[in-house]
């Protein structure tokens, strides 16, 4: 059984930081590429991040390039999503997911973490 658990999420004020986790088990994690998407409520869920199987590449949404910084540990099976600066935009639920199809749609990938919060006060 494929698991991924996010963590991190939570309450902060807007310019604060915000570092997400997403921990995965049942896959051969360094097989498949990462991404993270985020869901605002009445909103389609939307890419954000993904980051290749070695890590050697990245990828942003333009409306969080420079802000957050994605990463991932193949030996801990684990992905992180550092988040600077935030803003009352980047309020949504944050999604991990994991895939080896197109790394900028929903439909790319195969495997899906339950969500975390992640709420930004102005």
């Known amino acids: 059984q494929v698991l991924l658990v996010e963590s991190g999420g939570g309450l902060v004020q807007a310019g604060g930081s915000l570092r997400l986790s997403c921990a995965a088990s049942g896959l051969t994690f360094s097989s498949y590429i990462m991404g993270w998407f985020r869901q605002a409520p009445g909103k389609e869920r939307e890419f954000v991040s993904a980051i290749t199987k070695g890590g050697s590449t990245t990828y942003y949404a333009s409306s969080v390039k420079g802000r957050l910084t994605i990463s991932r540990d193949n030996a801990k099976n684990t992905v992180y999503l550092q988040m600077n600066s935030l803003n009352s935009e980047d309020t949504a639920v944050y999604y991990c997911?994991?895939?080896?199809?197109?790394?900028?749609?929903?439909?790319?990938?195969?495997?899906w973490g339950q969500g975390t919060q992640v709420t930004v006060s102005s």
């Open positions: 997911a994991a895939g080896r199809g197109s790394w900028y749609t929903v439909k790319g990938y195969d495997y």
